[in-house]
T-cell receptor, first 115, second 116 residues
Framework: AQSVTQLDSQVPVFEEAPVELRCNYS??????LFWYVQYPNQGLQLLLK??????LVKSINGFEAEFNKSQTSFHLRKPSVHISDTAEYFC?????????????FGQGTRLTINP | GAGVSQTPSNKVTEKGKYVELRCDPI?????LYWYRQSLGQGPEFLIY????????DSGLPNDRFFAVRPEGSVSTLKIQRTERGDSAVYLC??????????????FGEGSRLTVL
């Protein structure tokens, strides 16, 4: 079984500042890792994912995350945030193999951008 | 519409009543998922369909919960003898299926269930 811990429930930052949203996971098997984002009044949508290959993955809107197997982490970063990044961010994990379709989500981190 | 559609968006019911929640996935998506999200928590897996069959129902909390997808498209989540603890947002998602891992899940906006 897998589990996910998002260490911060809320992260307030100023516009154009850098941000890091932390995610740690636990699994007895190899994993796939995801970040999903929920903008106000919208459904969850995929931001980026790690399936295999390069451990650094990037989204089209400037976010990136690095899979660190030794630290069992998949932290999300952006060097300069915008007001439009205000949302709730969920880290998720699934196990490679038969249970790959079953995503386990963290509790979410609410990112608030202040002007 | 092009996205995942869930109805009703809000449902208020009394303890002990029966409830059905409907999900209309994106056309052509073979995989369909139900999740439950309680206040302040992340989505919790309930069940996953591949086509018409439930490929993994390990997340259903007890036998009061049941889901069907008879024609491999629309799915209904059924909750019998509702309890106050069933109050949550029920999320549906659909995806294409890939051999290299889970496909991108496309989520609906959810059905908010309140049990009084």
């Amino acid at each position: 079984a897998q589990s996910v811990t998002q260490l911060d429930s809320q992260v307030p930052v100023f516009e154009e500042a850098p941000v890091e949203l932390r995610c740690n996971y636990s699994s007895s098997v190899s994993v796939y890792l995801f970040w999903y984002v929920q903008y106000p009044n919208q459904g969850l949508q995929l931001l980026l994912k790690y399936l295999s290959g390069s451990t650094l993955v990037k989204s089209i809107n400037g976010f990136e995350a690095e899979f660190n197997k030794s630290q069992t982490s998949f932290h999300l970063r952006k060097p300069s945030v915008h007001i439009s990044d205000t949302a709730e961010y969920f880290c998720a994990v699934s196990g490679v193999g038969g249970g790959a379709q079953k995503l386990v989500f963290g509790q979410g981190t609410r990112l608030t951008i202040n002007p | 519409g092009a996205g995942v559609s869930q109805t009703p968006s809000n449902k208020v019911t009394e303890k002990g009543k029966y409830v059905e929640l409907r999900c209309d996935p994106i056309s052509g998506h073979t995989a369909l998922y139900w999740y439950r999200q309680s206040l302040g928590q992340g989505p919790e897996f309930l069940i996953y369909f591949q086509g018409t069959g439930a490929a993994d129902d390990s997340g259903l909390p007890n036998d009061r919960f049941f889901a069907v997808r008879p024609e491999g498209s629309v799915s209904t989540l059924k909750i019998q003898r509702t309890e106050r603890g069933d109050s949550a947002v029920y999320l549906c998602a659909s995806s294409l299926t890939f051999s290299g891992g889970p496909g991108e899940l496309f989520f609906g906006e959810g059905s908010r269930l309140t049990v009084l």
